[in-house]
């Protein structure tokens, strides 16, 4: 819309995800946020409280985003689905002024003008956003002689694990399958 004062954007790596955010809407009301998944060419408002919108942040793949607001205070808003939904990361009373994203979207770090009280100075704010899954290995193990045992210790390395009979591991852990592998 050519009525907002747009502040912060924030583009997937490839570009085809992007983020913008208004401090206000003209003549007189808090800004909004907009995302387009198409390379900007349709712009689609996101639902969440109308604010004066400082800073947004994309993971490269453009799926997590992050907004953050000044007044009113407290505002930092994340989406897991490219701005499809968005839900509030309840965060303290402050106004926001600056946030950035790792390039998976799991780290967050945020930066406040001021604390409450508004004379207090201002605070970064980290948020390490791990989630963790459970995966099954399972494998047929053969060789005759083989020494397994760095195989096994591996899969023990996991912050959870459980050894059922035979070849059958499940593992609770914040790692990829790639990772895993």
Known sequence: PSNHCWKTVASSADGSKLLAASEVVIPDSYGGIYSSTNFGMIWTSNH?????????AS??????????????R?????????????VSNNAPNYGWLL???SADGSQL???SLWNEPV???????????????????CYELKSPGK?????FEAIKNSAKWC???DSTWLIYTSETPADIS
């Open 48 to 56: 969440v409280p109308a604010a004066q919108w400082q800073s947004v």
């Open 109 to 111: 770090v945020a930066a």
């Open 119 to 137: 004379d207090e100075q201002g605070s970064i704010y980290i948020s390490r956003q791990k989630t963790s899954k459970v995966f099954a290995i």
């Open 99 to 101: 946030v950035a994203s």
């Open 147 to 151: 020494n397994y045992t760095p195989f």
């Open 74 to 86: 407290g505002l930092i808003y994340s989406s897991t689905n490219s701005g499809a939904t968005w």
């Open 163 to 165: 050894h059922f009979p």
């Open 59 to 72: 993971s490269a793949d453009g799926t997590k985003l992050v907004a953050v607001a000044i007044d009113p």
